[in-house]
């Protein structure tokens, strides 16, 4: 029998909450499959089972915060029916007679079908009780389903459980307001749930009835309806309450200091150009320079805290991306190990990802640098970001577009980035700054040619 334990997602984080289970009891899981959606101080990632086998127990419930280590849930081999009947019906280890089971005394024990296990989990039928019709005895689905009206009072019929396909937002929508999926579905609407279905559908906390098809008319002596205030209280996500407590930290605690500079990308955009499809793209491109160009700058690739200053080897590059509940920042862990068209695929599926809630507890490592990137909104030149703790440097991204640049006495159009670059004053200072911006220019020459 295997722990699934809450893991540590990110840094300083102490606790976590199960938001949704993936596999219910009985179901067999893969390594490396996902088991449950967690969440941290600052994202949701999905939880993986380092094992193969059968959920055989959930052991907190949805919502309920549990520490960092705590096991959640308990996986066992797909191959050790007895130990699968043992945990389920109530720890029994021993015959009548109160002789230990050997091997091979309980043909029952050793001959259940796959579909009889997870029957058998599923709604703790106790083996004892159950005579198998199979070939040689042995237990097959039919002999549990037929035992289900006299011990549980359900139905014979099993019902196959109906994979629920929808997205993050509608699961995210469906949370807010207590409703299972399940429920929606009954609900009438249809699979994958969208969220055009939720409108069609009056939504209560905790409860859901199918709206009207044709509006109801006011009666004539109706009094109007009260009017809406002009203030709605918006409540806070976990990960906005964290992030703005961390970041206020980082502002109180470390003491900025900031350099801008501005890049000609033309030449690397025809050096693009020339990749295969998928051809990486500018922003791709930037977020490689400055691997890079951290290996060039160590320095700044670095974490401080408790006064202790770590210069790291390996580039954990944390990428910003903006979800409806807060910013997070994932991490491509060895990113210096990726050549551009790797890091662009490895950093579109990280994104991707993201905003999907379904990262895993290896994309939340702690970052050495951060890149928060801004320019998909073209009004944006340039900006400042707080340095991500315990980190000591970020690198600020605004637009890239076409800006007038003088080169050799001419006065040409060209495409131009802004950079920005924060460092904390405490363990770096601006020639530090200033070395990470020459060498980047240096390693986009480089590039260029």
């Given at each position: 029998m295997t722990d699934i334990l809450m893991p540590n997602l990110e840094f300083d984080t102490h606790s976590g909450r199960v938001v949704r289970w993936l596999k219910q009891p009985g179901e067999t899981v893969k390594k490396g499959e996902a088991i449950a959606v967690v969440e941290s101080d600052r994202t949701h990632a999905e939880l993986e089972s380092t094992t193969s086998g059968v959920v055989v127990n959930r052991m907190v419930e949805v919502g309920t915060e549990v520490a960092v280590g705590a096991v959640i849930a308990r996986v066992v081999a797909p191959d050790d029916p007895a130990m699968l009947a043992t945990i389920m019906t109530g720890g029994k280890g021993e015959d009548e007679d109160g002789d230990a089971d050997t091997p091979g005394t309980d043909s029952r024990r050793t001959m259940l079908s796959p579909v009889a296990q997870r029957l058998v989990i599923q709604h703790g039928i106790d083996l004892e009780q159950?005579?198998?019709?199979?070939?040689?005895?042995?237990?097959?689905?039919?002999?549990?389903?037929?035992?289900?009206?006299?011990?549980?009072?359900?139905?014979?019929?099993?019902?196959?459980?109906?994979?629920?396909?929808?997205?993050?937002n509608v699961r995210r929508t469906t949370d807010d307001v207590e409703i299972s999926l399940e429920d929606v579905l009954v609900g009438g609407a249809g699979n994958p749930i969208r969220l055009a279905d939720l409108q069609d559908l009056r939504i209560h906390t905790g409860t859901i009835e199918a709206a009207d098809s044709t509006p109801t008319e006011p009666l004539a002596d109706a009094p109007p309806p009260p009017s809406k205030s002009d203030t709605a209280e918006i409540k806070l996500s976990r990960i906005r309450q964290t992030t703005g407590k961390r970041l206020s930290e980082?502002?109180?605690?470390?003491?900025?200091?900031?350099?801008?500079?501005?890049?000609?990308?033309?030449?690397?955009?025809?050096?693009?150009?020339?990749?295969?499809?998928?051809?990486?793209?500018?922003?791709?491109?930037?977020?490689?320079?400055?691997?890079?160009?951290?290996?060039?700058?160590?320095?700044?690739?670095?974490?401080?805290?408790?006064?202790?200053?770590?210069?790291?080897?390996?580039?954990?590059?944390?990428?910003?991306?903006?979800?409806?509940?807060?910013?997070?920042?994932?991490?491509?862990?060895?990113?210096?190990?990726?050549?551009?068209?790797?890091?662009?695929?490895?950093?579109?599926?990280?994104?991707?990802?993201?905003?999907?809630?379904?990262?895993?507890?290896?994309?939340?490592?702690?970052?050495?640098?951060?890149?928060?990137?801004?320019?998909?909104?073209?009004?944006?030149?340039?900006?400042?970001?707080?340095?991500n703790p315990p980190q000591v440097g970020i690198l600020a991204v605004g637009a890239i577009k076409q800006r007038p640049v003088v080169r050799q006495g001419g006065l040409h159009v060209r495409h131009t980035v802004h950079l920005t670059l924060s460092g904390d004053h405490r363990v770096v200072d601006g020639m530090s700054l200033g070395r990470f911006m020459a060498a980047f220019q240096s390693e986009l020459d480089y590039f260029s040619r």
């Open positions: 159950l005579q198998g019709t199979g070939t040689s005895g042995r237990i097959t689905r039919h002999d549990p389903e037929r035992h289900l009206p006299t011990s549980t009072g359900q139905s014979p019929t099993i019902k196959k459980t109906t994979e629920l396909l929808t997205g993050a980082s502002m109180r605690e470390a003491p900025h200091f900031y350099v801008t500079g501005e890049f000609d990308l033309e030449d690397a955009l025809r050096k693009l150009e020339l990749f295969p499809p998928p051809q990486p793209r500018l922003n791709d491109l930037v977020q490689y320079l400055t691997v890079q160009t951290l290996v060039k700058v160590p320095e700044l690739n670095a974490t401080y805290a408790e006064l202790r200053l770590n210069q790291h080897t390996d580039v954990n590059l944390a990428i910003a991306v903006a979800l409806n509940e807060g910013q997070i920042t994932p991490v491509i862990p060895k990113a210096q190990h990726y050549s551009l068209p790797g890091l662009a695929t490895a950093s579109h599926d990280l994104i991707h990802r993201a905003r999907e809630n379904s990262l895993q507890a290896q994309d939340l490592s702690t970052g050495t640098f951060t890149i928060s990137n801004l320019g998909i909104i073209s009004q944006v030149d340039h900006f400042t970001a707080v340095i």
